[in-house]
């Protein structure tokens, strides 16, 4: 029901999904509310209202507050009329969410992308765990409204492939039609973006303040970022969000993995810290042992105080909090939101680069800049997929 009511795009449906849209953003609306935003007949209202009710697309929530008479009835949106599917392809990972209406997540599973992680089977993979949640939960093909996938870039958005990841650990992950490859599944629609994008909108869509704008910024093996105006993506053509990671911070600096100098990336990507840190290690005569590899052993080396690495990893946020004072400069956000293993795990990494935006972006003289960690951590990204494909409809 609800997948013919949002793919309805007649101009008769073009205001009650107009209504639903605005009941779905508010979260719990009174007639009253909707007379108040919409220049049309109660009666005209009253049965649209009906009509969604009977539909089994909004229902009764509560009383809101009385002004004096009956306190008003309240709606809200069936949230288990439908339900979505968001996937995040990262360089390390995958994740697959299952998520309501309300994108409250109901389920989530994901996996460790290897070396044997070619495009068919990561997406034979993904489809399993699509199967396998729709049997648990009991969720039909039907009932199902989209497939929001948020992967790293460069993409073709609109071709829906993915085109030629750097340091991809598998094989084969060149002019990947990833969304027709979903859609020969399941007969929704299916939307690629770039995960530092969608998970920027899904931050943004639980801040629930509707005229801000956001940066979100994401320091691992890559640097990529989403910065998100009033609900809208600024996309570049390419959709390559790694770009945000090769703005020049130091003229002739280190070389950076693109085969410039000076980029951000070069001292801040977690292979670029792994590199600082070997070189240091091989100088020093007292190196701190074997060469390190892995983020959790970079994670362990920071908690047990090494010195060495906690000077890299600071000085790293120092470069790291530069560049996102370049991006605020320009771009103007009123929140910055920072993602990342180190953000979360370690305190003094993310005060470092919150100080240094502070002192050098122009524009925080001027006026507040909130900067905070993302609320939704590792599910962000697949979660705003989701969240991009229901919107999707309503444009
Ligand atoms: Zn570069």
Redesign the pocket.
């Known amino acids: 029901m609800l997948r013919e009511f949002l793919n309805n795009t007649s101009s008769r449906n073009e205001l009650k999904k107009s209504v639903y849209r605005f009941i779905h953003q508010r979260g719990h609306v009174s007639k009253v509310e909707l007379l108040e935003n919409y220049q049309i007949p109660q009666t005209t209202m009253t049965r649209m209202i009906d009509d969604l009710e009977e539909n089994g697309l909004i229902r009764k929530f509560g009383f809101g507050e009385s002004a004096g008479g009956r306190p008003p009835v309240l709606y809200e949106i069936t949230p288990d009329a439908g339900y979505l599917l968001g996937v995040e392809i990262s360089r390390t990972h995958v994740k697959v969410i299952l998520t309501d209406l309300q994108f409250q997540l109901i389920d989530q599973q994901g996996f460790i992308i290897t070396q044997e992680h070619t495009p068919d089977v990561t997406v034979s993979d993904i489809l399993s765990i699509i199967r396998a949640f729709q049997k648990k939960h009991e969720k039909a093909d039907d009932a199902l409204i989209g497939i929001g996938v948020g992967a790293v870039g460069p993409l073709n958005r609109e071709k829906g492939v993915i085109l030629n990841p750097e340091l991809f650990p598998a094989e084969g992950w060149e002019n990947v039609p990833v969304v027709s490859m979903l859609e020969e599944a399941f007969a929704v629609p299916v939307i690629l973006n770039n995960g530092a994008n969608t998970a920027g909108l899904a931050e943004y869509h639980f801040r629930a303040v509707f005229d801000e704008s956001i940066l979100y910024c994401i320091s691992g093996y890559g640097i990529r970022c989403g910065f998100i105006n009033n609900g809208v993506f600024l996309n570049n053509k390419e959709g390559d969000v790694s770009s945000y990671?090769?703005i020049i911070i130091d003229v002739d600096g280190r070389a950076?993995?693109?085969g410039?100098k000076g980029?951000l990336?070069?001292y801040t990507s977690i292979n670029a810290l792994f590199a600082m840190i070997n070189e240091t290690a091989q100088t020093e005569a007292a190196g701190s042992g074997s060469d390190l590899e892995t983020a959790e052993e970079l994670l362990r080396r920071l908690d047990r105080g090494d010195a060495v690495v906690r000077d890299i990893v600071l000085t790293s946020a120092y470069h790291f909090g530069i560049g996102v004072a370049n991006m605020v400069n320009i771009l103007h956000p009123e929140a910055v939101i920072l993602h990342g293993l180190l953000i979360y795990h370690y305190e003094a990494y993310f005060d470092e680069i919150v100080r240094v935006i502070k002192e050098h972006a122009a524009i925080a003289n001027q006026r507040h800049i909130e900067i905070k960690k993302g609320s939704l951590g590792e599910e962000a990204a697949a979660v705003g997929a989701a969240i991009e494909v229901f919107y999707n409809f309503f444009e």
Do not use: D, E, Q, V
Request: hydrophobic share 20%; aromatic share 0%.
């Open positions: 990671g090769h950076c993995t693109c410039k980029c990336a070069a």
